[in-house]
T-cell receptor, first 115, second 117 residues
Framework: DTGVSQNPRHKITKRGQNVTFRCDPI?????LYWYRQTLGQGPEFLTY????????KSRLLSDRFSAERPKGSFSTLEIQRTEQGDSAMYLC?????????????FGSGTRLTVV | AQTVTQSQPEMSVQEAETVTLSCTYD???????LFWYKQPPSRQMILVIR??????QNATENRFSVNFQKAAKSFSLKISDSQLGDTAMYFC??????????????FGKGTKLSVKP
């Protein structure tokens, strides 16, 4: 297992289009997190899964955003009707339960540019 | 709500010298964790060091050490013998500790560190 994998690495889309990102966590990690990072800012929490259950969503996750984690494996994050303000780096991270000492393992992120 | 503040947007240091990055946080929680993450240019974020709030002893990982002042809600990172590969964004992060469960990370805005040859 080589870590948390995110695809695509870069995505350029026109305003109003839908986009979907994928995250493959480390196989034994049952927790999966999505964060958004805009230029010059630290990452901001979007949502979190434990296995297939979505346990928490941030206020940042508007109705245009939806995340899924079918079967508790990979996760997808979809943004509908993209807006220029959605341009950001979308980070995925995973962790084992109770492994607070290990922190998260982050993926390399998907950079979204909405034109 | 918890907040994390990094007051130094950018810092630079000469190779082999020591640099300290500042971080303060605000919380009413008693049990929590603090982290420093490193994000090199165009590369993924990696954990540098962590500190459990209930531990008085400051954490150390090789050239990286922290100065944790719980009463002052301060958590600074010291990098000794700086290397060119230390050039990166450094983020301070806070996490509540819900019993045995992990909470969500709250990040500061980051400090851009440049190590000069």
């Amino acid at each position: 297992d080589t870590g948390v994998s995110q695809n695509p690495r870069h995505k350029i889309t026109k305003r109003g289009q839908n986009v979907t990102f994928r995250c493959d966590p480390i196989s034994e990690h049952n927790r999966l997190y999505w964060y958004r990072q805009t230029l010059g800012q630290g990452p901001e929490f979007l949502t979190y899964f434990q296995n297939e259950a979505q346990l928490e969503k941030s206020r940042l996750l508007s109705d245009r955003f939806s995340a899924e984690r079918p079967k508790g494996s990979f996760s997808t994050l979809e943004i509908q009707r993209t807006e220029q303000g959605d341009s950001a780096m979308y980070l995925c991270a995973s962790s084992k339960p109770g492994d607070i000492r290990g922190g998260y393992t982050f993926g390399s992120g998907t950079r979204l540019t909405v034109v | 709500a918890q907040t994390v503040t990094q007051s130094q947007p950018e810092m630079s240091v000469q190779e082999a010298e020591t640099v300290t990055l500042s971080c303060t946080y605000d919380t009413s929680e008693n049990n929590y964790y603090l982290f420093w993450y490193k994000q090199p240019p165009s590369r993924q974020m990696i954990l540098v060091i962590r500190q459990e709030a209930y531990k008085q002893q400051n954490a150390t990982e090789n050239r990286f050490s922290v100065n944790f002042q719980k009463a002052a809600k301060s958590f600074s990172l010291k990098i000794s013998d700086s290397q060119l590969g230390d050039t990166a964004m450094y983020f301070c992060a806070f996490m509540k500790h819900y019993g045995g469960s992990q909470g969500n990370l709250i990040f500061g805005k980051g400090t851009k560190l440049s190590v000069k040859p």
